[in-house]
Nanobody, 127 residues
Framework: QVHLVESGGESVQTGGSLRLSCVDS????????VGWFRQAPGKEREGVAS??????????NYLDILKGRFTISRDNAKRTTYLQMNNLETEDSARYYC??????????????????WGQGTQVTVTS
């Protein structure tokens, strides 16, 4: 089994930045993918970004509407996947989750494709 722990969520003012971390443990396939998702009250879960363990930044995918504000990265030695969030807006407020797709394509960052999930970390952006 794969275990995931997220951290870094805080309350921050609009325009601020946060970096979320996701530490994983357990066996991961060489072609595994780690994704970041978010879910706000009353809304469905949506994919934010994903990254392949063996490809790094060259294998990253993003939600189009983020317009370059978010960056996903991976440190395989630390088994940690980061989500750097810049110029935060109130609509970015949500609970953020990381998840693992053991193998296959995660280019669409579909929640149903991912097998293991963390408990999430809360991000609140205030004006």
């Amino acid at each position: 089994q794969v275990h995931l722990v997220e951290s870094g969520g805080e309350s921050v003012q609009t325009g601020g930045s946060l970096r979320l971390s996701c530490v994983d443990s357990g066996d991961l396939h060489s072609s595994a993918c780690v994704g970041w998702f978010r879910q706000a009250p009353g809304k469905e879960r949506e994919g934010v970004a994903s990254i392949y363990l063996h490809l790094g930044s060259t294998g990253a995918n993003y939600l189009d509407i983020l317009k370059g504000r978010f960056t996903i990265s991976r440190d395989n030695a630390k088994r940690t996947t980061y989500l750097q969030m810049n110029n935060l807006e109130t609509e970015d407020s949500a609970r953020y989750y990381c998840a693992v797709l053991r193998s296959g394509s995660c280019g669409q960052i579909e929640p149903g494709d991912f097998h293991f999930w963390g408990q999430g970390t809360q991000v609140t952006v205030t004006s």
